[in-house]
């Protein structure tokens, strides 16, 4: 098992990949879209926006609304996952990591992933 502060820091490494994208893209494709990580095995949630691309990683404050986005996946798998983000769609048919989220989100998920 990771630690909550590894689990972040990978995240956010993953979602600066986005800076990667022009500005215009960014909002273009991603808008203001919200995205939430819940590793179960650390008892946390971590949120972001993915529009902005500079956009912190943070705790979900109790009581935050849901996320358009919403993944779940212990944090072995979250590292793992921001390892070698291609391996999205087998990690989610073997169900080790959970996604909520629109069919127009899920293909915007994938820019990112």
């Known amino acids: 098992?990771?630690?909550?502060?590894?689990?972040?820091?990978?995240?956010?490494?993953l979602a600066g990949r986005l800076?990667?994208?022009?500005?215009?893209?960014?909002?273009?494709?991603f808008g203001s879209r919200?995205?939430?990580?819940?590793i179960p095995d650390l008892g946390v949630t971590f949120v972001s926006v993915l529009g902005s691309g500079d956009d912190p990683v943070r705790e979900?404050?109790?009581?935050?609304?849901?996320a358009a986005i919403r993944l779940t996946a212990n944090s072995d798998e979250v590292i793992a996952l921001c390892e070698q983000p291609m391996n999205i769609a087998r990690a989610w048919m073997s169900r080790r990591i959970k996604i909520e989220a629109?069919?127009?989100?899920?293909?915007?998920l994938r820019r990112l992933l």
């Open 102 to 108: 629109s069919v127009k989100d899920l293909f915007r």
């Open 1 to 13: 098992m990771t630690s909550a502060d590894e689990c972040r820091t990978a995240l956010q490494k």
């Open 60 to 66: 979900a404050f109790p009581g935050e609304p849901a």
């Open 19 to 29: 800076g990667e994208l022009s500005p215009a893209e960014r909002g273009e494709y």
């Open 34 to 38: 919200t995205v939430s990580v819940t």
